[in-house]
């Protein structure tokens, strides 16, 4: 890329600057005190004391008891992060990037924790039930449940999951629905459809995205981008989001989750027998009071991939983006709309180098544009 880096962009705004700086602290003291709660109930002892609660409260059943600990667990951590979590419903206000009241913000949380809840005490109760059962093969037989499990939930996403958040309905425009039919037609392809995803109730900023598997599979585009977009910035984005579907990115991402969930059941079943059979820190593998460290190493883990799945996922929309220079006529659109997206977004289109590698999931808005300008030169 360093022959397209020559060409000079307006530097982002002090605004813009101190936005993302107070976002990045932000995920990074999320992740600092959810990482610190777990060290501190495993050193402290504390996880055995809610074991020994859980137990109590069950009459000694096993299968309602580690449901218990997982709702102790999980309600302790929203207590511990919630001021976080108001902090960051508070800046997009105060930087003018929300529509969003209180009350609705508060019911979406409530909502986020029941599902995360319910999750959770699935994936939770099947890894207690395999360690009591399976000991030896508990973490393989684990992760290929849980892999059929995330392939279900990104196929049930679009329809269950997205709108328990936001409205959805077909996209009415005619004039872009031929439009993508021809950019389909021209892929030999075929997404099922394209809807309008209702975000101004909560958001000022637009997004785009492709989403479900199979039948669910389709375009949404937030209505903030619609209703302020030209057409022909609204078919560069459309174009954008089609390369990832000729692409097969949502297949391979889960290819790819799937080694990394593969390592890190493995990793989990090493770190606890080290920590039953050597450390003596816990009696028995399917010991529930162990739960912190399992979510330890899975936190650990994703830390430590965090730029590797970052640089895959740059390197996903950079072909998205070559495919979209490659389907519509000319690459000023996509270059109009990504301005427009860093201004609304408040979005930093010049990053520094070691955000951009350890943050980003998607390539800096100045690197996509630079990349459309020497596609345009060369063809
Ligand atoms: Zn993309």
């Given at each position: ?8 962009l307006?530097?982002d ?39 020994d ?26 207590v ?31 909502k ?14 099947l890894?207690?039930t ?7 093969h ?13 392939v279900?939930l ?9 709108p ?6 077909p996209?009415?425009?005619e ?35 492709l ?19 030209s ?21 391979k991402?889960i290819?790819v ?54 640089a895959?996922?740059r ?28 201004e609304?977004n ?10 951009e590698?350890l ?5 800096a808005i ?14």
């Amino acid at each position: 890329m360093s022959a397209t880096e020559t060409i000079t962009l307006a530097a982002d705004s002090a605004e813009t600057r101190r936005y993302n700086r107070l976002k990045r602290w932000l995920s990074v003291a999320d992740f600092g005190v959810g990482f610190a709660l777990l060290i501190v109930l495993l050193v402290t002892g504390w996880t055995g004391v809610l074991r020994d609660l859980a137990y109590r409260e069950s009459r000694q059943n096993y299968t309602l008891a580690v449901f218990l600990y997982v709702v102790m667990l999980m309600l302790i951590s929203k207590v511990i992060s919630l001021p976080l979590d108001y902090y960051g419903f508070r800046l997009e206000h105060r930087f003018n990037l929300s529509n969003q009241r209180l009350r609705s913000w508060l019911w979406d949380e409530c909502k986020g924790l029941g599902i995360g809840l319910a999750l959770a005490t699935i994936v939770v109760e099947l890894v207690y039930t395999l360690l009591r059962e399976e000991p030896q093969h508990w973490w393989l037989i684990a992760w290929a449940v849980f892999m059929v499990m995330m392939v279900l939930l990104a196929q049930l996403a679009p329809v269950v999951l997205f709108p328990i958040f936001y409205k959805f309905e077909p996209l009415e425009n005619e004039e872009l629905k031929h439009r993508l039919i021809v950019l389909s037609e021209r892929a030999g392809t075929r997404v099922r459809g394209v809807y309008k995803w209702n975000l101004s109730e909560k958001s000022k900023k637009a997004n785009a995205a492709l989403t479900g598997l199979g039948a669910t599979r389709r375009i949404i585009l937030a209505d903030t981008l619609l209703d302020h977009y030209s057409d022909d910035e609204i078919e560069a984005v459309l174009a954008h989001e089609l390369g990832h579907h000729v692409h097969r990115h949502i297949l391979k991402s889960i290819v790819v989750e799937a080694g990394v969930t593969l390592l890190g059941f493995w990793l989990a079943n090493v770190v606890l027998r080290y920590s039953v059979e050597q450390r003596h820190l816990f009696e028995t593998p399917s010991d529930f009071a162990n739960l912190p460290l399992l979510i330890l190493v899975a936190a650990a883990l994703s830390l430590v991939l965090m730029p590797a799945l970052n640089a895959y996922s740059r390197f996903n929309e950079r072909q998205a983006d070559r495919y979209c220079f490659e389907s519509v006529p000319s690459v000023e659109p996509f270059i109009s709309s990504m301005n427009k997206l860093s201004e609304q977004n408040l979005a930093e289109k010049t990053p520094s180098r070691w955000v951009e590698w350890l943050f980003h999931s998607h390539p800096a808005i100045a690197r996509r544009v630079a990349a459309a300008e020497v596609w345009a030169r060369e063809h």
